[in-house]
């Protein structure tokens, strides 16, 4: 089901230049001297819209540096004064919109800490009711996509129309080269859902260091998305909070020139002929492998019959092994990845085993999940 969202798209928020979108700061606001070095040296790249900078800072243990509270919210209207630019920070309460409105705040962003949460985020939209501001919604820390478009929906609620997604990567348990994974499909299916929403991507908090953030920026690029949001510090291996992923506005500016923008559609005539033939073949190929996997459930759904007039479970293990020791082999074999041969072939596997269900149990369908 596709939404419509009474929303702008971004090329009509004040103050748009081009794409990226791009907003950045540090992200902490620490002192005022901190705060108006970087803000001068990032008004100086052409491609910034917002200056960010947290205030009320969400931490993982108290104890650690919690923001400098609404007195940088000073700061930040002294930097939308002197340089001109748009000034944003995150909100997770009620009291935090009513403060940042209070001193004229451009843009309000829910974290990923509290887009978790349908209380808070009600909260948040009841205070924002009838205000005229920019509000983007982080992805929750959890890879759940209906949790952060009901986030996105309840702000929408309050009459909020310059409304945007930030993408910034979801917690997991196991360690990974980023600091949180990007899972790509997520924010990619969110785009087929809400497709008018703009969706700004936060390579500083999927990365968690310099180093990936080129990469994923050039990534959020190539997928489309509208916006980017990097952190900038003055001098980032100082910082109160996440030094490790901040970078110089210097340092910034050399990254965005490194970025190749490509156009989502083309115009050539040549090139769309090409592209439509190649997209003809993918179709077809996409019908062949339709008409494959029904063939493959029509024999299953005989196997099942076997089954029940013998009396024999569906599940047997050693099977189904021996189905992932071949296809892994024969399929790497053929360059597709280990990740992608495992899902597809537990997706398939699973199906099979609800068609041989469904002949055991006379035509009742009782879905299983086989987790291996
Ligand atoms: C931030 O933007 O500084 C922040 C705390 O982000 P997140 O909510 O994505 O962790
Ligand atoms: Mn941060």
């Known amino acids: ?164 997604a930030i993408h910034r990567g979801f917690s997991t348990y196991e360690k990974t080269v980023y600091r949180n994974q990007p899972n790509w499909q997520l924010p990619i299916e969110l785009r087929r859902r809400i497709p008018d929403l703009p969706i700004i991507c936060d390579p500083s908090h999927i990365s968690g260091s310099r180093e990936y953030l080129y990469e994923i920026s050039q990534k959020a690029m190539d997928l489309n998305f509208d916006g980017l949001m990097l952190e900038s510090h003055i001098d980032p291996d100082k910082a109160l909070s996440d030094a490790a992923q901040q970078l110089t506005p210097n340092d910034l500016k050399e990254l965005l020139s490194r970025l190749v923008l490509r156009s989502p559609v083309a115009s050539d005539p040549r090139l769309l002929d090409i592209l439509g033939e190649l997209r003809e073949q993918i179709d077809v190929f996409d019908d062949t492998l339709i008409d494959i996997l029904e063939k493959r459930m029509k024999v299953a759904e005989t196997i099942g019959r076997y089954k029940k007039e013998n009396n024999i479970t569906i599940l047997q293990t050693t099977r189904w092994d021996e189905i992932i020791k071949k296809v892994m082999i024969s399929g790497q074999a053929k360059g597709l990845s280990k990740e992608v041969i495992d899902t597809i072939f537990k997706a398939i596997h699973q199906e099979s085993i609800n068609h041989q269900m469904k002949v055991m149990n006379n035509g009742i369908v009782n879905h299983v999940n086989v987790k291996k």
């Not at 798209?9 to 004040?14: G, H, N």
């Not at 001109?84 to 919109?97: C, F, S």
């Open 1 to 164: 089901m596709v939404l419509e969202l009474k929303t702008h798209m971004v090329k009509e928020w004040r103050g748009y230049k081009s794409r990226p979108f791009l907003i950045s700061g540090p992200c902490s606001a620490e002192t005022e001297e901190q705060v108006m070095a970087t803000a001068t040296q990032l008004a100086q790249i052409k491609e910034v819209c917002v200056f960010r900078a947290g205030i009320w800072k969400p931490r993982t243990r108290p104890n650690t540096f919690e923001g400098v509270g609404s007195e940088g919210l000073k700061w930040l209207r002294k930097v939308k004064l002197e340089t001109g630019l748009m000034v944003g920070t995150e909100v997770a309460n009620e009291k935090h919109v009513y403060e940042a409105l209070k001193y004229g705040i451009d843009m309000l962003w829910i974290g990923a800490r509290t887009s978790v949460n349908p209380f808070t985020v009600q909260e948040i939209s009841d205070a924002l009711n009838g205000v005229d501001v920019m509000v983007l919604v982080k992805n929750p820390i959890n890879p759940d996509l209906e949790l952060w478009i009901g986030a996105i929906e309840r702000i929408a609620r309050a009459g909020i129309t310059r409304l945007g």
